[in-house]
């Protein structure tokens, strides 16, 4: 599909506030696109037998049940339309369960206005959007260590620039606290975000705060 | 007061304390969680509307800044509600919650906590809920009271039966002596007995603890 044809997207949120983001960035990246909006599992699905969609966007909390359940039921009525999962919970929690109900790619919604145009892009051309860590975990059989300590293997510079991170300050202020240039910040930023695996300010955040890493000042 | 009575008045409180942190921990999560969401991206239209517009000054890195306090928030909401349920016992994925606390545990302990996972048949509410507990305990006890250093838990659903074992690699018999070992392993046989399931716990001294509960899926209360 070529970046000029108008995207058809069935957008499933109940929260308005959301759904206007959400939409709001649609509309600005994908010129055309025509983002139709509702706000439970009945409307998904009705919409999902009225139209054609390229793409939908499904919330996993909805006011008439999970969003699993009307994954599975848009998979049954159609099979080849992508479904995203767009949801506040952390993909940790149900990365897995959507990736086993047909689901083509997990999205949380904090990380909506870096990544969900990439996202998009990707799934409506046929492609996947998981983290390498759940694909991984894909097998029956899994294994916590303290490996899930990924900060540990930061350098301190690294670390350091982490716990600022975690603490809400952004990469100007961070250059200021430690006396170095906003470039030598921006490279400790983009190393240790490869070295832990993850993509956004907003997972960094989540995991700074999830280990308290903030806190021991 | 009888100890029936007794034992009811137990099974009630736990009852009304699980149904309370159901409600907080979804409140914050799905209400007070989404608003945040909302408001961080209603900003960062705001910021691409701005870089468009090339103001002067630190304007842009203002608005920045706020969001990312919005998404320290934002992950504050979710450490919060995740401690008090995690959202995948109410999405009726015990397996999912069953990991997610594995992952946690690991994270603040350094414990090596190894999941086998075969819930395939769906498990009610009260019984995920039971279970889940269950496991937590588990834990509690292998960390605090065992000096585990390794976990193994398996949850399956075979049958019309859903079964969960934890073995430990610890000292043995962590419900013996200490005090508050024997209260959270009397809230474990309690909830096991409420559920209508049956748990054994078996420690022998040097060679770990196995928790096994079972409980028959049709039996449901």
Redesign the interface.
Known sequence: MSAHTALRILLVDDHPVVRRGVADILIESFARATVQQVSCGADAIRFTRAGRWDLVILDLTLPDGSGLDVLKRIREIEPRTPVLILSVHAADQFEKRTIAAGASGYLTKQAADVELVTVVNRLVRGGKYFSAEVLAQMAARTRFTSDERPHERLSDREYEVLRQIGSGRTVSEIATLLTLSVKTISTYRARLMEKMAMRTNAELTRYAVSHRLAEDE | MSSEQLRALTERIEQMREAERTRIAREL??EL???L??????F??AV?RLRELKPAGDVV?RV??A???I??A???V??IS?DLR???LD???LG??I??E??????RS?????????VTNSVPPDAATAAFRIFQEALINAVRHARATRITARVVTRRAQLELYVRDNGVGLWDRGDSSASFGVLGMHERARHAGGRLVIRGRPGRGTLVAFCLPLGAER
């Open positions: 999560h799905d969680g989404q608003l969401t909302g408001i961080k991206l209603d960062a239209g691409r890195d920045q800044s969001m990312m306090q998404d320290i934002i992950a504050m979710q450490r995740g995690p959202a995948a999405h009726r994925d999912g919650a990991e997610y594995a992952r946690l545990a690991a994270a350094g414990l090596e906590i190894q999941v086998v996972n075969r």
